[in-house]
């Protein structure tokens, strides 16, 4: 279920060390920040951010490569690149601390930063990410380091990108993506680092929301299934429909019970406590 109309505020801009990032910065209260999955952008928040934006300050970032965001704001594509380039995001809004919510890929960089700079997240929800194990797309691209390294040679980058941009619109991503997306989307699958991953899961102290679903054709259900297990308590969400992209398909279930998660745990500023209170939409 999701509402009748989508959020689609305007971007705004953040200047970074080494250039700006786009974000979306919507509500007022509890601080909800969104990390987009690759390839992604805001736009991946428009249905969520109904519900969110009604009642917390919803934050939405482009990260770099994806969106507006110019890809040499951050390139490196590591877990430790992506977890820096998420905390400096923070430090440029003047953010102390916030719940995290990401999805996919999105969700490696919020428990990196959740391990790794514990003090900076007070909870972290999960959306369709993946988990210890390589899940089925990473299973079925075994040449991903190589294609990234290929995509760092003059000769064979412009040949990589379009197969990966075929290759995209094949698996239902929109036709047309920029070449920095494509690229930097193979760099970060390559770059996947289980281990790194397994190591940040068992880090992790922050209570945890974790949704997903049965049919999602990019992470299997038993994935979703063992990270829940894996995470410390708070809200599980499986759903037996809604594909990949469930903060779309079910964004009204997600939204109540991330609120209420944020509500009944009390993960949000002195200076909230007690104004907080969940509208429907």
């Not at 990032?21 to 509890?30: F, H, I, K, L, R």
């Not at 369709?128 to 040449?143: D, I, K, L, M, N």
């Not at 920029?178 to 970060?188: A, F, K, M």
Request: charge should be neutral; hydrophobic fraction near 40%; charged fraction near 20%.
């Amino acid at each position: 279920m999701r509402p009748p109309v989508p959020s689609d505020p305007p971007r705004k801009w953040l200047t970074l060390a080494r250039g700006p990032m786009a974000y979306t910065d919507v509500g007022s209260g509890p601080i909800i920040v969104g990390i987009h999955g690759c390839p992604g952008s805001v736009k991946d928040w428009r249905w969520l951010g109904v519900p969110l934006e009604a009642n917390a300050r919803f934050i939405r970032l482009e990260l770099p490569g994806f969106g507006e965001t110019p890809l040499r704001t951050g390139p490196n594509p590591s877990l430790a690149g992506r977890g820096h380039i998420f905390i400096e995001a923070l430090d440029a809004l003047d953010i102390a601390s916030c719940i995290v919510v990401a999805h996919s890929a999105g969700g490696l960089v919020a428990l990196e930063a959740a391990a790794r700079y514990s003090e900076r997240i007070q909870g972290v929800a999960l959306i369709a990410v993946p988990g210890g194990r390589p899940h089925r797309p990473v299973r079925h691209f075994p040449q991903a380091q190589w294609v990234s390294r290929g995509l760092r040679v003059p000769g064979l980058k412009y040949v990589l990108t379009q197969l990966g941009r075929r290759a995209f619109g094949r698996a239902g991503f929109p036709d047309g993506l920029p070449s920095d997306t494509v690229r930097q989307t193979l760099h970060i699958v390559a770059h996947m680092d289980f281990q790194r991953q397994r190591e940040n899961i068992g880090r992790i102290e922050q209570s945890t929301l974790v949704a997903w679903a049965d049919d999602d054709q990019f992470i299997e259900a038993a994935i979703g299934q063992e990270l829940a297990e894996s995470l410390p308590p708070g809200p599980r969400l499986p759903f037996q429909a809604g594909g990949h992209y469930i903060q779309k398909t079910q964004s009204v279930e997600i939204g109540r019970t991330l609120l209420h998660w944020i509500d009944d745990a009390g993960l949000f500023s002195g200076d909230d406590r007690h104004v907080f209170e969940i509208t429907d939409v």
